[in-house]
């Protein structure tokens, strides 16, 4: 149990289009989901927090306008890159939490984002 | 397939000792690791990134060191502090550099 997708796993768009990027949980419900981007050669970062039904907290540095993040339900969260540019080719990851407040994070596999 | 194993799984120590984590992971085939912190609720603080060619990292009280031909690591807490307390994870990337391994965690807490 515990499984989390993405979609799409890679995707190669051209600057100034948007992009969404999907993240289920599959077999649970997630009231909690986290956005993680991750350059070449450096760490995992912390990008937004989601919780159902409410809007998400941004990390500081973190463009809410240019990434909009939607968690409308307990198994899908959405991050929207909109008008794209080549800076924003990275790993994106998503991770969810069955209940608020625990520690337990399941990972979904990543998705490789490259703005032309 | 890559695994990534760490222990102990939980660890409970007095405040101001020095205590090692450790990492273990099956394909030594990697191009860094990525040791990380969790507290409850919270998503994940990267601490130290090792790159393959390294053979240790210094931030602050955490020292991490790699050993790539025995597929370990170990991160290194000097000082302890109760606000260490969290759960820390190491991870590493696959060849493609599009997924994440981690290990399942080691949670630890340090009694004032």
């Known amino acids: 149990g515990a499984v989390v997708s993405q979609h799409p796993s890679r995707v190669i768009c051209k600057s100034g289009t948007s992009v969404k990027i999907e993240c289920r949980s599959l077999d649970f419900q997630a009231t909690t989901m986290f956005w993680y981007r991750q350059f070449p050669k450096q760490s995992l970062m912390l990008m937004a927090t989601?919780?159902?039904?409410?809007?998400?907290?941004?990390e500081q540095g973190v463009e809410k306008d240019k990434f909009l993040i939607n968690h409308a339900s307990l198994t899908l969260s959405t991050l929207t890159v909109t008008s794209a540019h080549p800076e924003d080719s990275s790993f994106y990851i998503c991770?969810?939490?069955?209940?608020?407040?625990?520690?337990?994070?399941?990972f979904g596999p990543g998705t490789r984002l490259t703005v032309l | 397939k890559q695994e990534v194993t760490q222990i102990p799984a939980a660890l409970s120590v007095p405040e101001g000792e020095n205590l090692v984590l450790n990492c273990s992971f099956t394909?030594?085939?990697?191009?860094?690791l990525q040791w990380f912190r969790q507290d409850p609720g919270k998503g994940l603080t990267s601490l130290l990134l090792?790159?393959?060619?390294?053979r240790e990292q210094t931030s602050g009280r955490l020292n991490a060191s790699l050993d790539k031909s025995s597929g370990r690591s170990t991160l290194y807490i000097a000082a302890s502090q109760p606000g260490d307390s969290a759960t820390y994870l190491c991870?590493?990337?696959?060849?493609?550099?599009?997924?994440?391994?981690f290990g399942g965690g080691t949670r630890l807490m340090v009694k004032p």
């Open positions: 394909d030594s085939a990697i191009y860094n």
């Open positions: 991870a590493v990337p696959n060849n493609a550099g599009n997924m994440l391994t």
């Open positions: 989601s919780n159902e039904g409410s809007k998400a907290t941004y």
């Open positions: 090792i790159q393959s060619s390294q």
């Open positions: 991770s969810a939490s069955r209940v608020a407040g625990t520690d337990t994070q399941y």
